[in-house]
Every structure is written in C-alpha cells, then in structure tokens.
C-alpha cells in the first residue's frame, strides 16, 4: 500500500508559479511511475505529466508542454510539479497518482494509487 499526500496548492494569479509536492510513503514507492492529474468543475479527470521511476524521463500533456515540470526525489520518496505561466484554465483540483506497470502518458485506469487532491485556483 502507497500512501500519497499532496501540498502545495493555492490560489496565484494568472502567469504566476506554484509547486505542488506529492509525498509518498509504504511499498516500494521509488519504484514507481509517479504521475499529476488534474480535475476541474464539471470535467473528467485528466492526464497533465509523469515521470519515469529513475525520473530519466518525463511526459507532458500538450496543455502544459513548456510551462509546468515534473520531477522526483527517490532518497526524499517525493515528487513534484513546477507549474509557471499559470492560466485561468489551470484551475482544478490537481492529484497526484502512482503507477506499478505502466509508463508514458496515463490513463486513470492505469493508477495503482492517489493522493487525496489539492486545489489550484488562477485568476485573472
């Protein structure tokens, strides 16, 4: 069992940053895909960044190519997502997830594990 906890999450006006970290514990969490998702108003979850469990590489959805970044600490068993240039669309509630099997870009069906969510609000 992986335990995930995210902080970070706030409100930031538009073009503004925020860092958002995913604290993993139990299991063999380092040897995870670590992953952000993201849920807005009314929306479907969706896919926003994964890492590589040796954090060698990264994807992106196209929504946030260049503007956010994801990376990992397996010595502090945590992850983060660098979000710059923060629109008014990047709001949601952002989760952060694991997965055992699977790399590249996710699907929900792919998480093994989820953290409970943090919010990120940006406005105009």
């Known amino acids: 069992q992986v335990l995930l906890v995210e902080t970070g999450g706030g409100l930031v006006q538009a073009g503004g940053s925020l860092r958002l970290s995913c604290a993993a514990s139990?299991?063999?969490?380092?040897?995870?895909?670590m992953a952000w998702f993201r849920q807005a108003p009314a929306k479907e979850r969706e896919f926003v960044a994964t890492?590589?469990?040796?954090?060698?590489?990264?994807w992106y959805a196209d929504s946030v190519k260049g503007r956010f970044t994801i990376s990992r600490d397996n010595i502090e068993n945590t992850s983060y997502l660098q979000m710059d240039s923060l629109k008014i669309e990047d709001t949601a509630v952002y989760y952060c997830?694991?997965?055992?099997?699977?790399?590249?870009?996710?699907?929900?069906?792919?998480?093994?594990?989820w953290g409970q969510g943090t919010q990120v609000t940006v406005s105009s």
């Open positions: 890492i590589s469990w040796r954090g060698t590489t990264t």
């Open positions: 997830a694991a997965a055992r099997l699977r790399s590249g870009v996710l699907v929900t069906s792919d998480v093994d594990y």
């Open positions: 139990g299991g063999t969490s380092s040897r995870y895909t």
